[in-house]
């Protein structure tokens, strides 16, 4: 099946630091990617990646998710982002699962950032679990999203050595610049449907 989203408007889901958004932005901007954020929405007010995205003139919303059931976030959430015709939904350091309600509305159409290189260290803290495990390299994965907790199929991988002087920070860093690298060009290839789904494979197309 092939992927082919209708247009290159794109949301951004963000829970906490935003830098990955960040990242996404800039490459829009500097035109190193061809999209057009039409929302950054987040769940925690105090998030610094929902204020950094309001004071660099983005359209934002908050949607509080504390006292809110799942089903019921998720389908607001779902009415923003249809209002805003959104082709992709990109979660960026979005802290929450999301409920078929969510998945169903944009299927292949939700893409995941996560610091590891799946399928090895899903979860949380990974970066932690990596270095604890003695593992030689980790890296980041992005993926689409499905009801398998960090298990949809992978669009885009980069590699990261893990060295033996590494501190849980070195690590992180290191991972984190490659995020930011491929989260934009894995946005790229989706947009311009490039990508075939085979099973739980991601073809890439010229
Ligand atoms: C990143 O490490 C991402 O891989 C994970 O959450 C973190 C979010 O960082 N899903 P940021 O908010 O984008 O800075």
Same mark, same amino acid.
């Given at each position: 099946?092939?992927?082919?989203?209708?247009?290159?408007?794109?949301? $951004? %889901?963000?829970?906490? !630091?935003?830098?990955?958004?960040?990242?996404?932005?800039? =490459?829009?901007?500097?035109?190193?990617?061809?999209?057009?954020? &039409?929302?950054?929405?987040?769940?925690?007010? @105090?998030? +610094?990646?929902?204020?950094?995205?309001?004071?660099?003139?983005? /359209?934002?919303?908050?949607?509080?998710?504390?006292?809110?059931?799942?089903? /019921?976030?998720?389908?607001?959430?779902?009415?923003? %982002?249809? /209002?805003?015709?959104?082709?992709?939904?990109?979660?960026?350091?979005?802290?929450?699962? #999301?409920?078929?309600?969510?998945?169903?509305?944009?299927?292949?159409?939700?893409?995941?950032? =996560?610091?590891?290189?799946?399928?090895?260290?899903?979860?949380?803290? &990974?970066?932690?679990?990596? %270095?604890?495990?003695?593992?030689?390299?980790?890296?980041?994965?992005? =993926?689409?999203?499905? /009801?398998?907790?960090?298990?949809? +199929? $992978?669009?885009?991988?980069?590699? &990261?050595? $893990?060295?033996?002087?590494? @501190? =849980?920070?070195?690590?992180?860093?290191? $991972?984190?610049?490659?995020?930011?690298?491929?989260?934009?060009?894995?946005?790229? #290839?989706?947009? @311009?449907?490039?990508?075939?789904?085979?099973? !739980?494979?991601? %073809?890439?197309?010229?």
């Amino acid at each position: 099946m092939r992927i082919e989203p209708a247009s290159r408007k794109i949301a $951004i %889901l963000v829970s906490g !630091r935003g830098s990955n958004f960040a990242a996404i932005a800039d =490459h829009t901007e500097s035109g190193k990617l061809d999209a057009e954020i &039409v929302l950054v929405l987040g769940n925690r007010e @105090s998030a +610094p990646g929902l204020r950094n995205a309001r004071r660099r003139g983005f /359209e934002t919303l908050f949607l509080s998710s504390k006292d809110t059931g799942r089903r /019921e976030f998720d389908t607001r959430a779902v009415a923003a %982002l249809r /209002e805003k015709d959104v082709a992709i939904v990109c979660l960026a350091g979005f802290m929450r699962i #999301l409920s078929p309600v969510f998945l169903s509305a944009f299927p292949y159409r939700i893409l995941n950032i =996560h610091p590891s290189l799946l399928p090895a260290f899903p979860g949380l803290d &990974v970066q932690r679990q990596a %270095l604890e495990h003695g593992a030689k390299f980790s890296g980041c994965t992005v =993926h689409f999203v499905d /009801e398998r907790l960090d298990g949809g +199929p $992978i669009i885009r991988q980069a590699v &990261v050595p $893990i060295l033996d002087g590494d @501190s =849980h920070e070195d690590l992180s860093g290191r $991972i984190l610049t490659q995020e930011h690298q491929i989260y934009s060009e894995a946005i790229d #290839l989706v947009l @311009s449907g490039r990508c075939e789904l085979d099973g !739980r494979r991601v %073809l890439i197309h010229d």
